[in-house]
C-alpha cells in the first residue's frame, strides 16, 4: 500500500512443508491424505492469497471461524509458523521482509517492532520466571538496560498495565488470577514499546468483566502510543469495539474486507452475512430483547453503542479509562 505501511502483507499463503497443505484438515495424518484425496486436494495451501496492511496507529481485524487461518497468518508475519508450515508470499515488517527470513534477521523485530499477546497466557509466559524478571527480558535484551535502571522500567511498565503492587513482580505466574497473567502477558508484550501490537483471541480465555478490562487496557495502551493493532478474533463484538477495518477469513482466504461498521451493518459475503446474523442471535439470546445494530460511529467510546454479540452488556465498563 502507502511507503509508512508498518505491516504489509502482500499474497501470503501457507502451506505445510512438503507442498500438500491441508486436505481433510491438517489435523488428519498423511497417510489419510494420501489414501483419501485427489492430488488437488491435497495441495490446498492452510492459507492462501491474503493481502493486507496496517499503518502506524492503525487497527486492523482478522475475524473468521475456527480454522479459518488467522493464528497461523498472524505467526508467520514474524516467521514464528510451527515446524512442517512454509510460508510464500511476502510479509513486510517496518519494510522488512520476513518470509524466508532467516531467524537472526527476525529476532530484533519481536519486540521492538512487532510484539505479540497470545489466547492463553500461561502458553506464553515461562512458569518457573518471576513475573517481573519475565517483563525485564525484553527491556535486557532490546533496550540494554541493566541494574536500578532495569527493576525501574519494569516497576513502569507494570504499571501500565495497572499490575502497581510492588509483590507482583516477586510473583511467579500460577499465584496470580488469569487476567493478572493476562496483563502481564501484555506487559511482556509491550516493554520493548513495539510499533505493533498483534493479539491473538487475546480475552477469549477470560471470564467476560475481566475480558472487558483486558479490551479496555489493549484500547488504552494503543491509543496512547499510536501503537499499529492486529486483532484477532471470531466474536464479532469485541473485534467491532477493537477496530477500525476487518478482514474476514474462511478456509484460509479472504472472503470480504473493509470498515468494520460497514461489514456488519451490510455484509456482502454471505459467510460474512451468517457470521453476522449468528452474533446478533446470540446477542438477542442473551438479552433477550432482539437483534442490536452495529457499532454506530467510528469515533465514541468503542463497544457501548450497539455493538453485536455477547460483549455488548459487559462493554459499559468504564473501569480503566
Ligand atoms: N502445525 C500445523 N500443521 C498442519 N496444519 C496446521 C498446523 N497448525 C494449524 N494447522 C491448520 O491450519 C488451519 C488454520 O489454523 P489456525 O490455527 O490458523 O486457525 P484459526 O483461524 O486461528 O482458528 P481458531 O479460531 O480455532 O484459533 C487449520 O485447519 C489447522 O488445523
Ligand atoms: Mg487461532
Partial sequence: MTAEALLEVRGL??????????AEGAGSPPAAREAGSPPERAHRPLVRDLSFSVAPGERVGLIGESGSGKSLSSLAIQGLLPAGLEASGSVRLAGVETVGAPDARLRPLRGPVAGMVFQEPMTALDPLMRVGR????????????????????????????RLEDPRLARAYPHELSGGQRQRVA????IAARPRLLIADEPTTALDVTVQSEILDLLDR???????????????????S??????????????????????ILREPRDPYTAQLVAHARALDAAL?????????GDGT?????????????????DEGER
Avoid at 141 to 156: D, I, K, Y
Wanted: proline share 5%.
Fill in 134 to 161: 519475565q517483563v525485564g527480558e525484553p527491556l535486557r535484551r532490546h533496550l540494554g538496560l541493566r541494574g536500578a535502571e532495569l527493576a525501574r522500567s519494569v516497576a513502569e511498565v507494570l504499571a501500565e498495565v
Fill in 287 to 295: 438479552d433477550g430483547d432482539g437483534p442490536r445494530g452495529p457499532r
Fill in 221 to 239: 495502551l494503543v491509543a496512547e502510543r499510536g501503537t499499529g493493532l492486529l486483532f484477532i478474533s471470531h466474536d464479532l463484538a469485541v473485534v
Fill in 241 to 262: 469495539r477493537m477496530t477500525d477495518r476487518v478482514h474476514v477469513l474462511r478456509g484460509g482466504a479472504c472472503v470480504e474486507e473493509g470498515p468494520v461498521d460497514a
Fill in 300 to 316: 465514541g467510546a468503542r463497544g457501548s453503542d450497539g455493538a453485536v454479540g455477547p460483549l455488548a452488556e459487559a462493554d459499559t
Fill in 186 to 189: 501484555i506487559a511482556v508484550a
Fill in 13 to 22: 499463503g501457507i502451506a505445510v512443508a512438503d507442498g500438500r497443505g491441508a
